[in-house]
């Protein structure tokens, strides 16, 4: 239960930094993945170690095809079946068909790469992020917290940190705590609240002008989808928790808007949105420290209600794919109350 749903899609990066012949690695739940596109675009994850004697794939070349390691050459192409291995004389009568690295699921959606680092019998893994318009800008920020997985997604259901840790003047400007009442309802692998955004709230939704409409959704793993609609305008504010090590954790907040004038602000947003972030990561790493010495939290009042929902959510995908059933979302419609 501590550690990261393991069949789950988890975002590795921008769609953008995987194409040409090169190839990535990256760090997901432990694994080491060898990421690329091949020659057609299409997207291979592939486990990041030679069979032979365990050597990094990405260290290697890539044709567009197939993949060489740089130790003593073998290749392979990118569903992971070894297609050569070069210094293999004609006399020598090993078979290298059955040679393979571990292949991952791979898929791009709203601007990233997901992989899903799974290795038993596929299951039912919530969907993938999407966008339901086409944005005319976006703007992204990557960090990485030393932290657990399961405490850092807390920090994208948890309403109760926002005026203490979020607290700078262009987010928070009123320093006073008011009453909050918002209803949350279940949705597939999570739940959502939706609200009229009200003239007190924070000036990021008052650039859009009007009373925009506000829905926050949380789904499994770890993804926090805020979308704002004010008549045509939209703005989707999207925050993923990647768990790369158990006690490393990235967290990538990306901002798409479809209105042009926007694309103005993205000097002023992107050091804003970092310092946002960095806010989180400060915070969290502190309480990590604590938590490594006493692994116990005390989850109290109705604002913390939504962390306990993350954990019953995760716990009943665990035992749904233990029993081979469909997931069933165990939480109600809901309506709660905090100070905020
Ligand atoms: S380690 Fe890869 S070819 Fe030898
Ligand atoms: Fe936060």
């Known amino acids: 239960m501590r550690r990261p749903l393991p069949d789950a899609w988890y975002c590795v ?11 990535r ?14 020659a057609a675009g299409a997207l291979f994850a592939l486990r990041d170690r030679c069979p032979h004697r365990g050597m990094a794939l990405s260290r ?8 060489t390691c740089p130790f003593h050459g073998w290749r392979f192409s ?3 079946r070894c297609r050569d291995i070069p210094t293999l004389s004609e006399h020598d009568a090993a078979d290298f068909s059955k040679i393979a690295v571990q292949r991952f699921p791979v898929a791009e959606s709203a601007g990233f790469v997901w992989v899903n680092p799974h ?12 966008l339901d318009f086409t944005p005319v800008g976006s703007l992204v920020v990557e960090l990485v917290v030393e932290a657990s997985f399961d405490l850092t997604t807390l920090s994208l259901v ?3 940190h926002v005026a203490f840790v979020h607290d700078s003047w262009w987010f928070r400007p009123s320093k006073a705590l008011r009453e909050k009442r918002k209803t949350f309802r279940p949705v597939a692998h999570g739940f959502v609240m939706s609200s009229h955004a009200t003239a007190t709230a924070s000036p990021v939704y008052r650039v859009l002008g009007g009373t925009p409409e506000v829905e926050i959704e949380f789904r499994l793993p770890g993804v926090r989808l805020e979308r704002i609609a004010a008549g045509e305008k939209r703005v989707a504010n999207y925050t993923f928790a990647t768990p790369l090590t158990a006690d490393r954790t990235m967290l990538t907040n990306a901002l798409y808007w479809n209105i042009a004038g926007l694309n ?32 116990t939290m005390v989850l109290f009042g109705q604002g913390d209600l939504p962390s306990q929902w993350y954990f019953r959510l995760k716990r009943e995908a665990l035992e749904a794919a233990r029993a081979g059933r469909p997931f069933e979302n165990p ?7 905090w100070r905020s």
Not at 119 to 130: K, N, R, T, W
């Open 60 to 67: 290697g070349g890539f044709d567009g095809a197939a993949l």
């Open 158 to 160: 948890d309403p109760g």
């Open 331 to 337: 939480l109600e419609t809901r309506e709660l109350r």
């Open 119 to 130: 290795l038993g019998p596929p299951g039912e893994p919530a969907a993938l992020p999407d």
């Open 25 to 38: 690695a990256v760090e997901l739940n432990g694994e080491q993945i060898v990421l690329g596109r091949d």
């Open 13 to 23: 990066g921008q769609a953008s930094a995987f194409a040409g012949n090169v190839l």
């Open 264 to 295: 103005l602000l993205k000097p002023v947003a992107r050091p804003l949105m970092r310092q946002f972030l960095t806010q989180d990561q400060q915070v969290l790493q502190h309480a990590q420290a604590g938590l490594d010495r006493k692994p």
């Open 78 to 80: 990118t569903d992971g």
